[in-house]
């Protein structure tokens, strides 16, 4: 298993491309299976988890090519189809196969996509992806931990008006790529504002799709009766970039950031500035600057616009280093403190209460062995060890890997001294 070897103390400086987004082009890869044509994604990110959506739509019958080892470009056609099960094994190791679900039943009528069950961050249900897909029409049972759908003796699904009970990002994009192909149209209320559901509906659109509102918390779809053949460039990843920023504020560097998509991230970006960095940015850039200790912040999880529960560890090691003291309240998921005890080996001050974390920053971390428990607490523990004094070895990296291209080297890039150790 791959682990990280991470000498800290040295300011990043430079500057670093900013990779497609990994939630965005997951859900476009499920878009493929909404027609019979060809849709070509560009700046599709290198990572574990598009890998692993690959299999789970080849598994299908979709032919899914990418131009050669380091192309960001996937082509998939889905005119093959001779299966319609996202079996436990992928499902298990990435809960967001669940979004071929709205897309097959709108294709072929019929799925059968393995529960995701539990997951580090927390219970995860996907009780409102049904409630909606019920409301299109949809036939649902549990059998044998497999979600099993069909249309019963309808040939498509019907539009409908669909109120979720709570904002969920990959729920709105099930029930989207459902209605794209209804009979009718359809209103998602209370829909997950994401940047990412409006890059999917942009998407769904240039392969002929006709979506109203998508980016706010309503969204209409008048459905057609097919899709045909686009190509789309997948917008930046944003919660990498939030990444990025955070390690440069860490070691009071000065980064910036090339192909980003600033606009995305106001929450974040406000957040930085208020710890003390300079932040600059043009139409595609992000520069930061920090010339001191961080100050400490309080924040709060919340939907977008709100501050993303994805960037909730990174600004925790960040507080662990501040002057003074903040909290940070984590309201969407209830489990997401894993990287608490990981970030107290390396010497941080933190106490959970409920939902809540008090982090007393301290002027410095010690390095520490730390082990990564999911995707963003694999990030936190690597820009922690970035300014912890010593070696910092970071364990199962292989989360890391399902959201990050090629981290270290690109943190090398910046002057970080990381490395990938093979054992
Ligand atoms: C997506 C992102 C993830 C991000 C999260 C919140 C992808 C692949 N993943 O996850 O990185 O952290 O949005 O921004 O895009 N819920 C229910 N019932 C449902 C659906 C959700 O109770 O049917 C709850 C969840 O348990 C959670 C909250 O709603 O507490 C938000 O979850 P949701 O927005 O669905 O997260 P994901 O789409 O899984």
């Not at 500035?273 to 139409?283: I, K, L, N, S, Y």
Request: hydrophobic share 45%; net charge neutral; charged share 25%.
């Amino acid at each position: 298993m791959d682990k990280l070897r991470i000498c800290g103390g040295v300011q990043l400086k430079g500057s670093v491309p900013v990779s497609g987004a990994k939630n965005a082009a997951l859900k476009m890869m499920a878009a493929a299976l909404l027609t019979r044509d060809e849709l070509v994604l560009d700046n599709v990110p290198r990572l574990a988890d598009i890998a692993t959506m690959g299999r789970l739509l080849a598994g299908m019958g979709v032919t899914v090519e990418r131009d050669g080892d380091a192309s960001h470009t996937v082509a998939l056609r889905a005119d093959g189809l001779h299966s319609n099960e996202a079996p436990y094994d992928l499902v298990k190791t990435m809960r967001a196969s669940i979004v071929v679900l709205g897309p097959l039943l709108a294709r072929v009528g019929a799925a059968r996509v393995s529960l995701p069950g539990g997951c580090a961050i927390g219970a995860r249900p996907v009780d409102q992806h049904l409630k909606g897909l019920q409301a299109l029409g949809a036939q649902i049972r549990i059998e044998h931990g497999y979600i099993v759908a069909d249309l019963g003796s309808s040939k498509r699904l019907r539009g409908a008006r669909i109120v979720t009970d709570l904002v969920t990002v990959t729920g709105t994009e099930n029930l989207m790529m459902a209605a794209v192909l209804a009979e009718g149209e359809t209103v998602i209320e209370n829909a997950a504002r994401e940047p990412e559901v409006a890059d999917l509906a942009q998407c769904l659109s240039k392969m002929g799709a006709r979506i109203r509102g998508a980016g706010t918390d309503r969204i209409s779809i008048e459905g057609v009766e097919r899709l045909h053949a686009a190509r789309y460039r997948v917008m930046p990843d944003r919660i990498e970039s939030g990444s990025f920023l955070v390690a440069g504020a860490i070691t009071q560097g000065d980064v910036r950031l090339e192909g980003a998509a600033p606009g995305t991230l106001d929450a974040v970006l406000e957040k930085l500035r208020e710890a003390g960095a300079d932040v600059q940015t043009g139409e595609d850039w992000i520069r930061l600057r920090m010339k001191r200790r961080p100050s400490a912040l309080d924040l709060r999880t919340a939907p977008y616009p709100g501050f993303p529960t994805d960037m909730q560890a990174q600004f925790m090691a960040l507080g662990c280093v501040a002057d003074g003291t903040g909290t940070i309240v984590e309201t969407i998921f209830e489990n997401r403190f894993m990287h608490v005890l990981e970030l107290q080996r390396l010497g941080a001050d933190i106490r959970i209460d409920g939902n809540t974390a008090v982090v007393r920053g301290a002027p410095r971390l010690s390095a520490a062995r730390v082990m990564a428990t999911d995707l963003r607490a694999s990030a936190s523990l690597v820009i922690a060890g970035l300014v912890a004094e010593g070696e910092t070895w970071v364990d199962r990296i292989y989360h890391l890997d399902r959201g990050y291209e090629r981290m270290e080297q690109r943190l090398a890039q910046l002057g970080a001294q990381i490395e990938r150790v093979t054992a």
